[in-house]
């Protein structure tokens, strides 16, 4: 009897460890079959670098596990844009991203060599950095890299242009280049690709006698007020109007690009840094990076 129990005892701890390898190996065959996050290629501001996003990206690949490549720029290079101000294309408002912004595609060609092969891609942009991406890859990178983008989410990108009929229209800050963009390359222009405007909602544009009192104190009042007039100074030549809610460089109506999804994010701002030689200047301001900001959006991403 007590070699049978040995042997019975052997049989259950052999198919008690086959059981449990049938288990661990089901569980690995799982995991295998759950798609990997795709990457993100992330487009700068204009005069930034991606130095300047140190603590969002850190952020993004830490707590969100996302692999983070941004274009590959230089503060000197914005100084490529300088030719263009001398030319007659840029007088008549009628510049074309190439070749004013070749500077822009050669670090994003660079951005794109570092990502993993045949990968999918989340095309990520902030600020001009947005229809920058909506040229490169309309009309600059390859069909095999265009067809690779799955989602495009823009942070704070103007999108669209002083009304026609605006004062604002003839002085186009662009001069040219984003009309250009949105004539040759409207909407939602990549087929199949996840379109996502996010868009602060930090900052009502205001002349001083045009705001209302906080009950801040005189500090903050004098913050908030000044805030409001730089809000109104950025947005007036963009939509034509000074008024109304944004992020306090970008509004809310120029800063939805048309057919995209729309995620509008009250109290937040625009950068929480100013793009300075050699360092940016940081800001204590709650932006589309902040950490309880990045959950409101991050779910557009693949």
């Known amino acids: 009897e007590a070699p049978y129990k040995m042997r019975h005892l052997r049989l259950s701890s052999a198919l008690g460890a086959c059981v449990m390898l049938c288990v661990v190996l089901s569980a690995f065959g799982a995991l295998s079959l759950i798609p990997k996050a795709a990457p993100v290629l992330f487009c700068p501001a204009q005069l930034s670098v991606g130095d300047d996003y140190g ?3 850190a952020l993004l690949r830490e707590g969100y596990g996302r ?3 941004c274009a590959d720029l230089r503060r000197f290079d914005w100084a490529r844009l300088a030719p263009s101000f001398a030319s007659r294309a840029y007088w008549a ?3 074309q991203p190439k070749p004013v912004l070749d500077f822009y595609f050669e670090a994003m060609d660079r951005a794109v060599d570092a990502l993993p092969p045949d990968s999918r891609i989340n095309v990520l ?3 001009i950095g947005g229809w920058i991406a909506r040229a490169y890859f309309a009309e600059v990178c390859s069909e ?3 067809s690779r983008v799955t989602t495009f989410t823009t942070l704070g990108t103007p999108h669209v242009p002083p009304p026609a009929d605006s004062a604002w229209a003839s002085i186009d800050q662009t001069r040219g280049l984003l009309s250009y963009v949105n004539n040759k390359y409207p909407g939602a222009y990549l087929k199949g690709v996840k379109y996502t405007s996010v868009i602060g909602a930090g900052v009502r544009g205001a002349l001083p006698w045009q705001r209302e009192e906080g009950g801040q ?3 903050g009042e004098l913050a908030l007020a000044l805030e409001s007039l730089v809000g109104f100074a950025s947005y007036l030549p963009l939509s034509g109007t000074g008024g109304g809610f944004g992020d306090g460089i970008v509004p809310e109506t120029v800063g939805i690009l048309p057919e995209s999804q729309s995620i509008i994010l009250p109290g937040v701002k625009h950068a929480n840094f100013v793009p300075t030689f050699p360092r940016a200047i940081r800001l204590d301001l709650k932006w589309y990076g902040s950490e ?3 959950p ?3 779910s557009v991403l693949k």
């Open 55 to 57: 603590d969002f990206f």
């Open 292 to 294: 309880d900001v990045v």
């Open 67 to 69: 692999e983070v490549v």
């Open 93 to 95: 408002g009628e510049l």
């Open 217 to 219: 104190s005189e500090d």
């Open 296 to 298: 409101e959006w991050i």
């Open 125 to 127: 942009a902030h600020s």
């Open 144 to 146: 095999e890299l265009r």
